[in-house]
Nanobody
Framework: QVQLVESGGGSVQAGGSLRLSCAASGRTFSWYAMGWFRQAPGKERELAAAISNNGGRTAYADSVKGRFTISRDNAKNMVYLQMNSLKPEDTAVYYC??????????????????WGQGTQVTVSS
């Protein structure tokens, strides 16, 4: 069973930065694409960023392009989300997720198989 554990969430003022981390269990981490998703109260879960299995390809939601950076370290079974220039509308629970395939930064929520428990990010104005 794959386990994903997020950390690094917290409260920050608008314009600030946070770095989210996701630790994954298992020896096949490097085989699969990964994603960071977020869900605000009363809203559907949405993609923030995704990364291919080898880190060579990434994709971002338009709302975070230029501010967020996704990366991964396959040697450590870790995926990261660096969030800069945070805005109040970035407030949400952020989830790490693992896809079932490898070569692309997949963007569809429904295609992700394993999910972490989430970490809260709160941005105040």
């Amino acid at each position: 069973q794959v386990q994903l554990v997020e950390s690094g969430g917290g409260s920050v003022q608008a314009g600030g930065s946070l770095r989210l981390s996701c630790a994954a269990s298992g020896r096949t981490f490097s085989w699969y694409a990964m994603g960071w998703f977020r869900q605000a109260p009363g809203k559907e879960r949405e993609l923030a960023a995704a990364i291919s299995n080898n880190g060579g390809r990434t994709a971002y939601a338009d709302s975070v392009k230029g501010r967020f950076t996704i990366s991964r370290d396959n040697a450590k079974n870790m995926v990261y989300l660096q969030m800069n220039s945070l805005k109040p509308e970035d407030t949400a629970v952020y989830y790490c997720a693992r896809h079932g395939s490898s070569g692309n930064p997949y963007m569809a929520v429904r295609e992700y198989i394993y999910w972490g428990q989430g970490t809260q990010v709160t941005v105040s104005s």
